[in-house]
């Protein structure tokens, strides 16, 4: 099928919000919480859902929406996932480094997907075939080993914390020592279009849900970089650019549970 409407739809939705959030950026916005302190939301994330499900309701009526905010509406076999704000904690305090990701499905299997950086206005796609970023193609490549890489991460979660106790302390000191730099940015969608890049070298995340993930595992598998996890369904993910040595990387411990998941 041809894919290219809705990979149109999907960035003229994402887009569609881009003046809202960087007007909003830096202007310490107004924060409840969800389902703990570590788990805000503004105005902002509800109102940039209302402008993307309305932009996708025009163009797709017929379709499902699955969004942090709006939860899961309509029916039908195209199946939009969307996160008007990945990282909202960062737009929240005036870090630039969130997004927006919108993915569509079609069947179960993910055919479009876009991450929106408003801030710098770098626009990652991606569609059965190709992934590009500001239109240029992209090719996930870099570091084949630990040593020379970059992970990014938001392990250990506190929920984390609670489930492995110093298990998890043991893993995330496991990979200080391994990789040559660990970060923690705060987006995993975001993250995952940096390894689509080849920014970055590898991403690990857990307890994520459909919407943080659909679109950038997208942007990963088409830029010919390995994502394990189903990014359809909530749980463990691990992405790395083409070419790494997963086997002998220290994240090869935590690979089992996302390898499982994507079978």
């Known amino acids: 099928m041809d894919v290219t409407p809705l990979l149109d739809t999907a960035t003229e939705a994402a887009r569609a919000v881009g003046p ?5 950026f830096r202007s310490r ?16 994330d509800r109102a940039a859902e209302e402008t993307i499900r309305a932009v996708i309701g025009a163009r797709y009526p017929a379709s499902v929406i699955v969004g942090e905010e709006g939860g899961t509406t309509g029916s039908g076999d195209l199946v939009w996932y969307v996160d008007p704000i990945d990282g909202t904690a960062n ?8 997004c927006v990701s919108i993915a569509a499905a079609v069947g179960g299997e993910l055919v479009a997907g876009v991450v929106y950086d408003p801030v710098r206005e770098d626009e990652f796609t991606a569609s059965a075939d190709e992934a590009w970023c500001n239109g240029t193609p992209l090719r996930s490549a870099g570091a084949a080993a630990d040593r020379e890489a970059t992970l990014l991460t938001s392990y250990p979660s506190p929920h ?27 987006s ?7 390894v689509a890049a080849g920014w970055s070298d590898a991403a690990y995340g857990t307890q994520v849900n459909s919407w943080d993930v659909a679109a950038g595992a997208l942007l990963v598998r088409r830029a010919g970089g390995v994502y394990l996890g189903d990014p359809l369904a909530a749980g463990d993910y691990l992405a790395h650019v083409g070419g790494f040595a997963l086997e002998d990387s220290a994240l090869a411990e935590v690979a089992e549970e996302p390898r499982k998941a994507g079978q």
């Open 91 to 98: 737009f929240a305090a005036g870090l630039p480094f969130f």
């Open 188 to 194: 995993a969608a975001l993250n995952l279009a940096h």
């Open 29 to 44: 916005p107004a924060v409840t919480t969800k389902r703990d302190f570590h788990d805000p939301v503004t105005e902002h």
């Open 160 to 186: 984390d914390l609670d489930a492995e106790g110093d298990e998890a302390l043991r893993r995330y000191r496991r990979f200080l020592e391994s990789f040559a730099a660990v970060r923690r940015p705060g």
């Open 20 to 24: 809202r959030l960087r007007k909003a």
